[in-house]
T-cell receptor, first 112, second 114 residues
């Protein structure tokens, strides 16, 4: 079945630094990938839709300059949290679709 | 616009008892519906999906769900709960399978009582 690999699974960074999260579709090509954010004990909130070869489409209220999304190939999308602050600490999950929506295992970001 | 409502943020059942998690949707077009399970600090695993074929959908781990258009519901059931079923469950909807975002419900935390 379709597999989406997300890396890293956990990252701790200092306030003001940038962090890159990778999302790869391992055995299929994904023209569209989705990035979600999940706060503790809450549901998933879509941040942006990532389309290969074009600019990402961000949801209302998501700062595109803070959350940079790049979808350079059909198997890789990256989310970069720039100048991270403690309020950016969260669980970030990517998703790609082949026959249904497959999710990565998530990245726990802690900004100290 | 589409939305999903999951009734009951917390559900507790005894081991071996019936599991029923409720999901109602709102959609102006025929929906595609999904149930996912999430274990702590992990991503989401697909349990089952409805894509306008059979209204009774069977999924993994003994779960199934029935699409009822008249009730705008897609409740998730399992005849006999197992301790390993304890997790967070999310219902989700989309109007364009694969190309459009999923809209999630608020989730239901399932606790299994030994």
């Amino acid at each position: 079945g379709a597999v989406v690999s997300q890396h890293p699974s956990r990252v701790i960074c200092k306030s003001g630094t940038s962090v890159k999260i990778e999302c790869r579709s391992l055995d299929f090509q994904a023209t569209t990938m989705f990035w979600y954010r999940q706060f503790p004990k809450q549901s998933l909130m879509l941040m942006a839709t990532s389309n290969e070869g074009s600019k990402a489409t961000y949801e209302q209220g998501v700062e595109k300059d803070k959350f940079l999304i790049n979808h350079a190939s059909l198997t890789l999308s990256t989310l970069t949290v720039t100048s991270a602050h403690p309020e950016d600490s969260s669980f970030y999950i990517c998703s790609a679709s082949l026959d249904g929506y497959t999710f990565g295992s998530g990245t726990r970001l802690t900004v100290v | 616009a589409q939305s999903v409502t999951q009734l009951g943020s917390h559900v507790s059942v005894s081991e071996g008892a019936l599991v029923l998690l409720r999901c109602n949707y709102s959609s102006s077009v025929p929906p595609y519906l999904f149930w996912y399970v999430q274990y702590p600090n992990q991503g989401l695993q697909l349990l089952l999906k409805y894509t306008s074929a059979a209204t009774l959908v069977k999924g993994i781990n003994g779960f199934e769900a029935e699409f009822k258009k008249s009730e705008t519901s897609f409740h998730l059931t399992k005849p006999s709960a197992h301790m390993s079923d304890a997790a967070e469950y999310f219902c989700a909807v989309t109007s364009n399978f694969g190309n459009e975002k999923l809209t999630f419900g608020t989730g239901t935390r399932l606790t299994i009582i030994p």
